[in-house]
């Protein structure tokens, strides 16, 4: 079956960074778009960055546009998430998705990574 294993989460201080990397198996990965989505307690589920199977297509988040990156390597079967400038509001869970649309969810998720950003 498919499993999307996210890792890299953790505390950083505001303005630091970090990189999120989730691990794919049970899928054909290099024919999956895939993305990248963070949900805070008591919120829906937000888009946060996508990346095409072929890789020359990336949205983000206008929240995210310019301080955060997507990126995957087919060769590792892995799709990370470059996180810069960190603010507080950045501070919730991140989840992978596979078979995600643009900027809509697909079918998979991963099981999260938490991310805190302390002010």
């Known amino acids: 079956q498919v499993q999307l294993v996210e890792s890299g989460g953790g505390l950083v201080q505001a303005g630091g960074s970090l990189r999120l990397s989730c691990a794919a198996s049970g899928l054909t990965f290099s024919t999956y778009n895939m993305g990248w989505f963070r949900q805070a307690p008591g919120k829906e589920r937000e888009f946060v960055a996508a990346?095409?199977?072929?890789?020359?297509?990336?949205y983000y988040a206008d929240s995210v546009k310019g301080r955060f990156t997507i990126s995957r390597d087919d060769a590792k079967n892995t799709v990370d998430l470059q996180m810069n400038s960190l603010k507080p509001e950045d501070t919730t869970v991140y989840y992978c998705?596979?078979?995600?649309?643009?900027?809509?969810?697909?079918?998979?998720w991963g099981q999260g990574t938490q991310v805190t950003v302390s002010s």
């Open positions: 990346i095409s199977w072929s890789g020359d297509r990336k």
């Open positions: 998705n596979a078979d995600t649309t643009a900027t809509r969810a697909g079918r998979y």
